[in-house]
């Protein structure tokens, strides 16, 4: 399994930048329920927070494992996932 992640492969990268985001939104809704505040982060926050969060499986398959495509992908949906969250949060 631990191959699996090695892999330079578009692919992995755009399941890698899918999935990581979710999971930390999700802690984070887990952390602000039980934090005992009313709202210790807004929504809006927390989805920024869930986005860029990719930067840190970007840097790690760039600079440490040097899988190019799969940094690649990680940064295709990250910039993605950035412009349809500015395109539905802008208020006017």
Do not use: C
């Amino acid at each position: 399994m631990r191959s699996f992640f090695k892999r330079d492969n578009i692919w992995l990268g755009m399941g890698v930048a899918l999935v990581v985001p979710v999971l930390i939104f999700f802690l984070l809704i887990l952390i602000n329920s039980f934090s005992g505040k009313d709202h210790l982060l807004q929504k809006d926050t927390m989805q920024l927070i869930a986005i860029f969060v990719n930067l840190i499986p970007f840097r790690y398959y760039l600079v440490r494992v040097k899988a190019d495509r799969t940094g690649r992908g990680i940064l295709l949906i990250t910039i993605i996932m950035a412009l349809v969250y500015f395109y539905f949060n802008i208020e006017l």
